[in-house]
């Protein structure tokens, strides 16, 4: 299997399957001296990880799996600081189920990349999906904390990287209160609305199906001048990090789909000299932050659309393969435990594909003048 890597500079690998031994990854390129705190690390799995209730209350959204998901530094961390060498991490599974998956040995789930992959390969590890599985995103967010680490210290502290749930089960958010994102089960910017998701989403989990959502992505502290203008662009290259997440369907940046029913006259960010006259002053953020591919120093914004989780309570359609390589028509339940809403634990995925997405970029700016 190829393109396990991500990123030209900052490099992140990872390997590991959802019911092997554990997960992990390899960071490559992060510059020596940088202060790392592991804690942190662990702090950014915790939110991710599965078997979450929320301040003991019901959450149903979430997979009652349980994972402790520790980090294990394996490497590239010494005395606090990052050494310059490759750092390796490890994450151990302790609470898979793999029996729960017996009867996918040679049927496919709908929505999942079973067929795809087993297409593609001609063959497939059934227990939760292998590679495919979304508990690979656990080493991802292991690495995007480190990203997001090396921002903090190359911008001095200025780079904000905020993720929000927006919309889930059909509910909306009302407003955008960042205070208001880790106090409530849905990690929306709206504790109101967030409780009406979560109503809705346990209404969803008795029916046995699921649901999707729209994640919002808020970056602040990115200086004018990140990206590429060609290939590289700094839009394009967040859309193949946060696209490459498993879940993800579609993203839009700034205006997004809206753009496509506006005029230039409206659409356009007009431009204004700062009042020290050492900056610009945009007065509308259409653009999302990013034009021609490079930041303009305005706040980068953009949208994701989450799909349902593929994994239903309820009887569906689907094939199973023989060893002679023929399909049959057959029904399937899926057994086992799965989310239903996979909006509040994608949010630190998606925050965490966006660091490692600007640290790469980033670092390659360096190199582009003197």
Not at 155 to 162: H, M, Y
Not at 288 to 312: C, D, H, L, T
């Amino acid at each position: 299997m190829a393109q396990n890597t991500i990123g030209t500079i900052f490099k992140v690998t990872t390997f590991g399957e959802s019911h092997g031994a554990g997960l992990g990854c390899i960071v490559d390129g992060v510059p020596a001296g940088i202060k790392i705190d592991t804690d942190k690390i662990q702090s950014a799995l915790d939110r991710r990880k599965p078997g979450q209730s929320f301040g003991g209350k019901n959450n149903a959204s979430v997979t009652a799996r349980k994972e402790d998901d520790k980090a294990e530094i394996l490497s590239g961390i010494f005395e606090g600081k990052s050494e310059g060498t490759p750092i390796g991490i490890v994450i151990r599974n302790t609470s898979q189920h793999s029996k729960d998956y017996g009867n996918l040995v040679n049927t496919f789930r709908p929505g999942h990349a079973d067929y795809s992959f087993y297409a593609k390969y001609g063959f497939r590890d059934y227990r939760g999906g292998g590679r495919s599985s979304g508990r690979e995103t656990a080493a991802r967010v292991a690495a995007g904390d480190i990203a997001r680490q090396v921002l903090e210290a190359l911008s001095d502290g200025k780079v904000k990287i905020t993720a929000y749930t927006e919309k889930a089960a059909g509910v909306s958010i009302e407003k955008v209160d960042f205070s208001e994102i880790e106090q409530n089960s849905l990690r929306a910017a709206d504790s109101a609305a967030a409780e009406k998701m979560n109503a809705k989403i346990e209404e969803i989990r008795k029916n046995g199906d699921s649901c999707g959502g729209v994640i919002a992505c808020k970056i602040t502290g990115i200086p004018a001048g990140l990206g590429e203008p060609v290939f590289g662009k700094l839009d394009a290259e967040l859309a193949k990090g946060i696209v490459g997440i498993g879940a993800v369907k579609g993203i839009e940046f700034g205006a997004g789909f809206d753009a496509a029913d506006s005029t230039g006259s409206t659409n356009n960010d007009n431009m204004r000299a700062s009042s020290d006259k050492k900056s610009v002053e945009f007065e509308s953020n259409n653009a999302g932050g990013i034009i021609g591919g490079i930041s303009n120093g305005n706040e980068i914004f953009f949208r994701v659309a989450v799909k349902p989780v593929p994994s239903i309570f309820q009887s569906q359609k689907t094939i199973s393969v023989d060893e002679a390589g023929k399909y049959t028509d057959c029904d399937l339940v899926i057994e086992g435990r799965h989310d239903v809403c996979l909006c509040p634990r994608i949010v630190p995925v998606i925050e965490a594909m966006t660091a490692i997405t600007l640290a790469d970029l980033w670092l390659q700016n360096r190199a582009s003048k003197i």
